[in-house]
Each structure stands twice: as C-alpha cells, then as structure tokens.
C-alpha cells in the first residue's frame, strides 16, 4: 500500500512538472513611438525589445544557448491556440508560419535572439525587431519572419525558449494590445465624387483652375496684341545713298605737298 501510495504521488509529481505553464515576465510588448518609420505597414508592425526582463536562466540550458522568440498569433483564436499548448514541447513544423498564413485562425513563433543578446544595459539607441521583415517566407523554414496578411489583427508576446533540454517555453511576457495593420483600398472602390474631398484638397483645386484661367486669360491677351501689330499701316524706308553721289571734301596735310607745286633743292655738286 505504502509503495503504491509513492508510485501515485512521483506520478502526480511528475505530471505537473512536465505540464506547468512557463513563467509569467511582467512585460507588455509594443509597438515603437509614432516618430518611428514604418512603425504599422500594410504587412509589418516594429516591436520594441524586452531588455533585461528575461534574466532568469533555465536550468537546461545557459545565456547562450536559451533563447527570445516572439509569437505572433492572428486574432483571439490563434491567442487561444498558443495558450493551449505552451505548456508541451513545441512542434514548430505544426504551428509554421506558412500554416498560420493560410489558416488565419492560428500563431506562429519566430526567433529573436538568444538570451544574452538582451542585457541590462542602457541602449544608446532604441533597439528593435520588424515583424513580417522577410518577403522569401513563402517556401522558407516553419519560423520564418515573413509579412501578415494585410487588414490582420495581430497580438504578440515574447517567450524564453529552451531548445537543450525541455524544448518548451520556460518564461513568457503578456500579451500585446490587437495590433491592426494598415488597411489596403481597392483603387475600383475608391470614391472620387467633391463631396468625399477634404477641405484642404478643395482650396487647393480652386487655387490651380484660379491660377490656369490667369494664364490663358494672358495668353489670349498676348495672341490679340501680336495680331493686331500685323494690320499696322507701312512705314517708308528710305534706302541708302548711293556711294558714287557722296561729296567727299578734301585735305591736305601740313607734312604732305601737292604734285602741282614744285620746290628747288639745291645742288650740292654746284
């Protein structure tokens, strides 16, 4: 009785081990500040990294060997999903990311880094990680990082990952806030009518057909000015002199005497 009585008790023991939820990380994953590029795509959202709030070490495996994942899951079904089975080794190849592409309905868990890639120390800069950054993901690895479908309601969290020895999640933040990404518009649906147009869009369109009629208006005055000249009466122009009919005046230089007058020089010989 009494060694039955133990079998039970290391069973229970041994059953609860193996199916206890991973820790809870008092950290809420977000988005960067609205000042942030491409901060919500039609296909990518960037998160801000949890430093220094995964500190504590598994026993199965070290720093460097433990790592940061980020689930993804679409909706509060593919939430529910991940919360059901968290708590068992994970099948990466179940739960791809190709998977949760075509389902819509389910998560899928990406690689950030290992453990020792997020320290305690201040940042000089704000360090972070683009969701949906890889575009090969179509025929790529179970946990690659490609883009969501547009108009998606995503929620994340990040997870402590023991790939040594229990290959389970061991530590996990909260979930994110529903993360919508941008909306993308059918150009056919798009409603062009001036009653849909902003305000700024009207003063601006008024502006531009203000400014085209000033200058057709200059155009048109311009055109009638050049015309007119055309009908202007003949003016008389009086052709040049010809060169023989010139009465050239002469002169004669003080240094220089006429042929017709003649002056004795005297002869040295004589």
């Not at 070490?57 to 679409?74: D, F, K, N, R, S």
Request: aromatic share 8%; proline share 8%.
């Amino acid at each position: 009785m009494a060694l039955l009585l133990l079998a039970v008790l290391a069973c229970i023991s041994f059953c609860t081990v193996n199916g206890q939820n991973p820790v809870q990380v008092p950290y809420v994953p977000g988005i960067t500040p609205n000042n942030f590029p491409g901060r919500v795509t039609s296909s990518t959202f960037t998160l801000k990294l949890p430093l220094c709030y995964f500190s504590q070490t598994p026993a199965g495996c070290t720093a460097a060997q433990c790592e940061i994942w980020l689930v993804v899951a679409q909706g509060v079904d593919g939430q529910n999903r991940f919360d059901s089975v968290k708590g068992v080794p994970l099948d990466f190849n179940v739960n791809s990311y190709q998977a949760a592409l075509t389902s819509g309905k389910s998560f899928f868990m990406t690689k950030v880094g290992t453990q020792q890639s997020f320290p305690c120390d201040e940042p000089t800069a704000m360090q972070v990680f683009r969701v949906g950054s890889d575009s090969t993901c179509v025929a790529g690895p179970p946990t690659c990082n490609g883009p969501l479908p547009a108009n998606t309601d995503a929620r994340v969290k990040y997870v402590l990952y023991d790939p040594i020895a229990s290959k389970k999640v061991e530590a996990e933040s909260q979930w994110s806030q529903p993360i919508l990404l941008t909306k993308v518009k059918d150009p056919a649906n798009i409603d062009e009518s001036f009653g849909k147009r902003s305000g700024a869009m009207v003063v601006i369109t008024t502006v531009l057909t203000c400014l085209t009629a000033l200058l057709l208006i200059g155009l048109i005055t311009a055109l009638a000015l050049t015309c007119s000249g055309v009908g202007r009466g003949k003016q008389d122009i009086t052709a040049p002199t010809p060169l023989g009919s010139l009465r050239v005046k002469r002169y004669n230089t003080h240094n220089v005497h006429s042929p017709t007058s003649s002056t004795s020089v005297p002869n040295p010989n004589i």
